[in-house]
Structures are given as C-alpha cells and as structure tokens.
C-alpha cells in the first residue's frame, strides 16, 4: 500500500463523535482500518471467582460494537472484529495492511495499561508506532492547572480550582473525509455464546432490552436533558454509554452548557459532579497507578480496621443473592443481577452496607459490581468503594455513609422501577 494508512483499535472508545482518535487519524491518513478486539481476559473470572465481564454488559457491548460496525459501513468503511488478544491481533492486521501507525485511546487501570504495553512492544518489533490519545475524561489532562503528580487528593478541592482554572474543551467535529481500504478482511461480530457464556446466561438476557451505541446514546441524553428533573428520570442511565465511549463526557457538558445559556443550572449539577467524580477517580489512578485495586489502599498495612479477603462467606452471599435483614438492600441487588442498572445513591447504599453491617471486603463487593454494572468503568467503580471503605484517596470522603439516612432521603416510596426512571 503506497499511501498512509493508520489503524485505530477502538477500545472503550465506541463512538465517531467528538472522538480525537478517529478524527486525527481521518486528518493525517489515506486509509484507515477500524479494529475492536473481543479480548478473552475480560471475560474470564477473577481471584473472587466473579466474571470481568457479566453477560448483561457483555451483550450492551457488542450491541455498541455492532452499531459502530453499522455506522462505519454507512459512511463506506468497516470496523474488523476479533476475538483474542490485541497484541495477536493488532500487529498481524497492521502487517497484512501495511500501516504506518496505531492510535488509540489511553487508558490507566493496570490490566488495561499492561494490554497497551504488550502491544506497543509488538509493534516497535516490526517498527509501527503505537500513538496514544487520552478522551474519556470531562477535563484534557493538558489543561488542569496542575500537573498530574501534583493533582490535590481532596475531591472539593480538585473539583473548585479545576472549575475555576480550567475549561471544557468544544467537542471535535465528526470526520466525513475517511477511506477504508478496498478488499478488507470480512470479519463477524460475534455472540454471546462464541464468548463463552452458557445458555442459562444468555436466556437471562433475553427479557432484558440491551440498547448499545452512539446513536442511542445521544437520543437518550436529548431526552433526559430536556426532562430531567422534571422526571423520576436518573442521569446515571447515560452511564453505561460514558463508560463504553459511546457517548462523550465532553459532548453531553456541552449540550447541557447550550440548555443553561452560560448560567448555573442547579438542574444539572448532579451529572456534572458525577462527570468530575468520574475524572477525579481516573486522575489519581494516573497519579498513584493501581492504588484503587489494593486491599488498604491509601492506608498502610497495619491499618486494622479492614477486613481480610477471607471469611464472612454467608455474609457475603446474602448480599449478592438480595437475602439480607433489609429489603430495600435486596431490591437494589436483585435488580442489580436482573438488570445491570441500579441508580447512584442505591449503589453507594448497597455498598455501605456490605462494608460496614457485614463487615465484607470492599474488593469482593467492587468485584461483584464489576461484573454486572452496565456502567463499570475500572476507576470509578473501585474508587467509589475505596472510599467507602475509608482506604481511598480523597481523605474528607473516606467515611462510611449514614445509608440508612440515604434510603430516606434519595427512596422514601423504595427503589424505583426500571420502567419508571428509564428513557422509553
């Protein structure tokens, strides 16, 4: 191939607008060839024996895959899609297609960050270049008025000179000049049964309806923006398309921005703090790498008031299984497994209560969220739970929740129905 061609390995990056990845690579190219890899390691189980990937995200993944694929076909290119390690993967199409170079969108936890390395190192091998793009977060990085080593810790802190120094960048334009290479691979997305998962897994799926991608990402935010609070409608649905980059943090502020006309809009604020929490928790993850993954967390090993990984295994399985003293904590787990949504206060609730009625290890329950949170995203989830178990970064918020205030204030008729706080 005589012209410049760039990959882009779409990640948690599923999305075309405001997405610098393919929007650079559509600029400095003359072809680009669109991957996403079915990585087996995140569907495998972990040290707790829960699954990295629960059947329900599983399948509002590939949902999100299959309408980027659509999407790209659309506009006359394609997205090729594996299953199998990227660092198999990426340098044999990158070979196969002659391309000068990978982007990607960088990530910080550590199984995401060992993943880029491997395949950087497997590139250089055959001297492509492996080029990474940070985009998931509301604020650049490059403009925080600070560096990241010196980030505050406390998260009202960082939250008041962050919205005082720094701005929120404008969304980048959606590419229309890309080309794809004439006589790609014909690849299948696959299913939930070519990933592993079991026919009772699948069959819990089927009366749930897993909507994925960006087209649907940006009807739902237009329809909760222009509702919301005037709805019983929970900001927190957008979640699920935040974490997979469907839908842009930076392009939902700024059509809130539009809706408030440059004014304070209480009516907004609670997305915008979950938007910064979500930043601050990936920020320390950068600034102390892997410290929302460690059983004491910010806390020294002669911290006592922890518990062990080991013991409260009762405990443990009432909690999951909605069995516990408390029926609203069972309506929240047990929607949690039927339906991967719960909303943000009946989550953190749910997690208090673990944590410090049960006296269970905080890793084992942001274990359990990780597999069926429709929404996880690696810093967010273990950081809210660090915190909740006082192990956490932000030292003003390393307390335990008053949750049974919290079911009074945020649930006083129970937790809602799906039906009612979800966009029809």
Known sequence: MD????????????????????????????????????????????????????????????????????????????????????????????????????YHH??????????????????????????????????????????????????????????????????????????????????????LKDLGYSEEEIKSVDDIYILGGEDTALSIMHAVLSTYPETDQDPLILGPFIASGALSPILLYNNIKKLGEGKK??????IVDILLWRDYFRFMLKKYPNIFFKPQGTKNSSHQDHPTLEGNEELFEKWKSGHTEHDFINSVMVQLQKTGYIPYQARLIAASYLVHEYQVNWLRGASWYEEHLLDYSPATV????????????SEKDNKALDWQKLIKTHFPNGLPKLEEILVK
């Open 3 to 102: 012209k410049r061609a760039t990959m882009i390995w779409f990640r948690n990056d599923l999305r075309l607008h405001d997405n610098e990845v393919f929007y650079q690579a559509s600029e400095k190219s003359s072809f680009i060839i669109p991957v996403y890899c079915f990585d087996p390691r995140y569907f495998d189980r972990n040290q707790f024996g829960t699954l990295n990937t629960g059947v329900l995200r599983a399948a509002f993944v590939i949902e999100a895959v299959t309408t980027l694929k659509e999407k790209l076909k659309s506009h006359g290119s394609d997205l090729l899609t594996y299953i199998g390690k990227p660092e198999d993967i990426i340098p044999r199409i990158a070979q196969k297609y002659q391309v000068n170079e990978v």
């Open 382 to 393: 273990y950081g809210q739970w660090s915190h909740i178990a006082g192990v956490g970064t």
């Open 106 to 191: 960088r990530e910080v936890a550590l199984r995401e960050t060992s993943i880029s390395e491997k395949v950087e190192s497997e590139l250089w091998s055959s001297k492509i270049n492996l080029r990474h793009f940070i985009g998931h977060t509301l604020y650049h990085k490059e403009d925080l008025p600070f560096p990241i080593k010196d980030i505050p810790n406390g998260f009202s802190i960082f939250k008041k000179k962050v919205e005082r120094e720094s701005l929120v960048r404008q969304p980048i334009p959606f590419p229309t000049n890309f080309l794809t290479p004439p006589h790609l691979e014909d690849t299948k997305i696959p299913s």
């Open 265 to 270: 809009d209480k009516r907004f604020e609670k």
